[in-house]
Nanobody, 120 residues
Framework: EVQLAESGGALVQPGGSLRLSCAASGFNFDDAVIGWFRQAPGKEREEVACISTSDNSRTYYPDYVKGRFTISADSTQGTVFLQMDSLKPEDRAVYFC????????????WGQGTQGTVTS
């Protein structure tokens, strides 16, 4: 079965850090693009990072998280991590990981999400 499973969501204070994990199974992890997305209450889903596991681990970050979020992949574990530092209240959201085969434009599989809450 092809699936992605997120973990690591927690409650943190502003300025704190969280490390999310996305465990992949059932597809070729070494030839994929894995992305992290988030959706806050009342807002549309937005991408926060992605990594190409086959293209020299090329990464992408939108400006609103650049310098604070870091995506990485461990092919031996089939897991992608999202390290989030200097968290702000506006980072509060449900975080999802998604996967697609390298070269495909649309994400083909999604995880169930994990809640990341930033509050004082």
């Amino acid at each position: 079965e092809v699936q992605l499973a997120e973990s690591g969501g927690a409650l943190v204070q502003p300025g704190g850090s969280l490390r999310l994990s996305c465990a992949a199974s059932g597809f070729n992890f070494d030839d994929a693009v894995i992305g992290w997305f988030r959706q806050a209450p009342g807002k549309e889903r937005e991408e926060v990072a992605c990594i190409s596991t086959s293209d020299n681990s090329r990464t992408y970050y939108p400006d609103y998280v650049k310098g604070r979020f870091t995506i990485s992949a461990d092919s031996t574990q089939g897991t992608v991590f999202l390290q989030m530092d200097s968290l702000k209240p506006e980072d509060r959201a449900v975080y999802f990981c998604a996967g697609r085969r390298f070269g495909r434009s649309a994400y083909e599989i999604w995880g169930q999400g994990t809640q990341g809450t930033v509050t004082s």
